[in-house]
């Protein structure tokens, strides 16, 4: 290659990732406007937002408890936090738009087919996850929290300290729902196959309830119910990787 090929293929290799760095900002730049926007529709909101997130706590606490504020801030940028949350869980859909819209010229055609799915099921069931924590492990935790108070203690909490705590279990749960996604990126890759899977029961039956155990509240209650749907998801995984994932047959020697 002559220096002059050289020269000619480096500024080529150069010009392509300055393409690509300037399409990846205008991606990013399109998702972080689109937050801001349901944010700003949001902030007007945010007290009436926060009053619907402490419902599941407010409604267990003892007659005359109620939440707390014990910075003098809190009161003003809590309620602007979970509006910035909500702004993020509300935008997700048009922030892996963007995504998908930047990775998907560099794709093939198969890989198309398969990722379209995925990131619609990881979307939908990251929601679920969410929705899940909050109408049905919440307030069993909190109903349990409130029957073990000790005598003589008052519940108060604190609600900043609140907000990051169920953000932490909406996030968690939301995550652990994503196991079928995660089961047939696997497969489709081939760390595990179908046998893999199958055999591999057990495990995941301990795995689920160690996870369980860590992340949730300190309730039998809670820990049973992520443990039981992150088996049966890991179930639902494997069923899509039996209906997705082609197994490879060898071809007959002749």
């Known amino acids: 290659?002559?220096?002059?090929?050289?020269?000619?293929?480096?500024?080529?290799?150069?010009?392509?990732?300055f393409s690509h760095?300037?399409?990846?900002?205008?991606?990013?730049?399109k998702a972080t406007a689109f937050v801001l926007l349901v944010l700003l529709g949001l902030v007007p909101f945010a007290n009436r937002l926060y009053a619907l997130l402490a419902a599941p706590l407010v409604s267990r606490l003892p007659t005359g408890a109620h939440l707390i504020a014990t910075e003098v801030t809190s009161p003003f940028l809590t309620p602007l936090?979970?509006?910035?949350f909500t702004a993020l869980f509300v935008s997700m859909p048009m922030i892996l738009y963007q995504l998908w819209a930047f990775v998907r010229p560099g794709l093939?055609?198969?890989?198309?087919?398969?990722?379209?799915?995925?990131?619609?099921?990881?979307?939908?069931?990251?929601y679920l996850g969410c929705a899940f924590a909050f109408f049905l492990v919440l307030p069993a935790?909190?109903?349990?929290?409130?029957?073990?108070?000790?005598?003589?203690?008052?519940?108060?909490?604190?609600?900043?300290?609140?907000?990051?705590?169920v953000m932490l279990v909406f996030f968690a749960f939301g995550l652990c729902f994503e196991v079928p996604v995660a089961v047939v990126i696997l497969a489709a890759v081939g760390v595990v196959d179908l046998a893999g899977l199958h055999g591999s029961r057990r495990y995941v039956i301990v795995g689920a309830f160690a996870i369980a155990a860590v992340i949730t509240p300190p309730d039998i209650t809670s820990m049973i119910m992520l443990a039981v749907p992150m088996y049966l998801l890991y179930e639902l995984g494997v069923l899509t990787v039996r209906w997705l994932i082609v197994p490879r047959v060898p071809a007959a020697e002749h």
């Open 81 to 84: 936090k979970l509006a910035l």
């Open 108 to 126: 093939y055609a198969s890989e198309k087919r398969l990722a379209r799915p995925l990131l619609a099921a990881s979307l939908v069931l990251f």
């Open 141 to 165: 935790a909190f109903r349990f929290l409130a029957a073990v108070t000790p005598q003589g203690v008052e519940m108060m909490t604190d609600i900043t300290h609140y907000l990051d705590f």
């Open 1 to 17: 290659m002559t220096s002059v090929e050289s020269g000619s293929t480096a500024e080529a290799l150069q010009s392509g990732l």
């Open 21 to 29: 760095l300037l399409e990846l900002r205008s991606r990013l730049l």
